[in-house]
């Protein structure tokens, strides 16, 4: 081999971790070209002429890079759109960006299922990108077309490059036909419990259902126009999602607010059906009336997610607004050729979650009823026991009670006129969960009346004989008492047994004594408890106006 050894008069340069190399040996004029054959020794570096020793061939791969990832291709921004819920007319900014280095034209767009969505902003094709140019275009999707928004576009260019944008969502259209009042509003909150039952009576119960489903219930009486309108959703529009206000939970604008507005004040909405993404009604009339899509909430302040179509004057009624379909059959009554009456009932599609909140009051792990029902009306009660009945017709009936005691059933009307305590309500029916999860109940009558008084120290109630101690010696049922005084205080206590003192009058044992001592004259009343629970997973608010609400508990007596 050939050699040139070095170069003379130049220093040579020691770099840490490399072989020793001549320090400016790239600026000196030499005929050969360089050759990967190793040193000869520190300082020296050997060469080759050309043509003495064979060049390797090389292959390989490019070397790819995040520049591919964003050059030499068309991006869409965003290449995919969801709009949801469509309850109005809608439209976004779609950004199509140029990213080769050299100008491509647009010169077709091809669309499909694009039933009332448009695709504007620019001139229409060819239209020229210039290199690292961008354009911004707007989707809109307009209220009017097929239920469930599917659209897709494909943008070709001059080159051969092309990208595609895809819009969806799922129209609504706005039922907003008022409820008559005169035949109120009928909520129903209904949960799923499995109850399972044993040969004694005791239960297990198991929660299947975490949020009721949600449905109401009202008159619709309309005339003219509003007819011919009803009759054409029922048709078009029956089997599908409506947007619905929440027609007990009414405001009114006390300010006008115009089109283009993207934020509203409304009354009281710590208790009505106002949340984060769900939707607020704006009614004038059953044929003039917005659904928009509330984007936040902060007090009374709504934030909306599309600024408002329209304007609205001062006074127009606002309400929350759900997604509901028509459960069963509509049947629409026509008294006249121009006047219309129906009983619809709308079952709600999205959840309508609580929180589920107890009342304060709690006595041997479970919560107390503190709600005094109206006696407006006669309260019933119910004796029910389990019996297994022999009887083959001919000859004597054998009757066996399995559990010993009987099951009490007990219906209760409640009476609400504040919005506050009927928000109270449905958040404790939420913490019943329906049949699942049981409570104490007081009769709310003079169930023993005292005959001495209450001292701090007495474990005991003296009260006229009810034959208690006779019948119950020991108590496995009607064993729990709550004796209200006067200034509102109420102690619950169990009873452990029972004295006869004479033919008027008994003791009762208490658990523990009550701490204080209460003049015979202040002792109200002393009721029985029962822990129960509802006899049924679905209750009903009855909304007489948006703000008095009648309610009816069914419940029976469980086992502890």
Known sequence: MATLIGVTGLAVLHLAGHHTVSANLQTVGLAGVPSIVGLDRAGIRSFTWPGVLPRAGLTGAADRSFRDDWYHRIHVLPAAIDFGNLVSPVSQAVEVWNAFLSPVSLTAIEETGADGVSLSGQSPPPLVYGGLASRVHTVAASTLGSPVLSAHYVLRFSNGASSALTVTGRRVVVLGFAPNWAGGITERLAWLTDVLESYDGSEQRIRLRSVPR???????DLAGQGVRVLE??????????????????????????SAGAAAVRVSDAAHADYHAGGLVAFWS???HHEVAEILSLAGNALTLKQPLSRGWPAGTRVFPARFARIDGDAVVAHPTDALASARVRLEIEDPSPVPAIDGPSAYRGYRVLEWRPNRIEDRTDTWRRKLAVLDYGTGPVNIDDL???PVVGKR????????????AFRAWLHARQGRAVPFWLSSGQSDVEVTRPIHAADQHLAVKNIGYARYLASPTIRRDVAIRVAGGAVHHRRITGATEIS???????LDSTLGVTIPLARVLQVSFLDLVRLEADAQEFFWETDGIVQAVLEVRTVQE
């Open 214 to 220: 949600r449905s109401f219930e009202f008159q619709l």
């Open 232 to 257: 054409t959703l029922l048709h078009a529009w029956g089997a599908r999602v409506f947007a619905v206000p929440v027609w007990t939970d009414r405001t009114v604008l006390t300010a006008p607010l």
């Open 403 to 405: 559990s010993g005691h």
């Open 412 to 423: 209760l009307r409640f009476t609400f006129g504040n919005r506050a305590t009927i928000q």
């Open 503 to 509: 033919e008027d009058e008994e003791l009762l044992m």
């Open 285 to 287: 009339d059953n044929l």
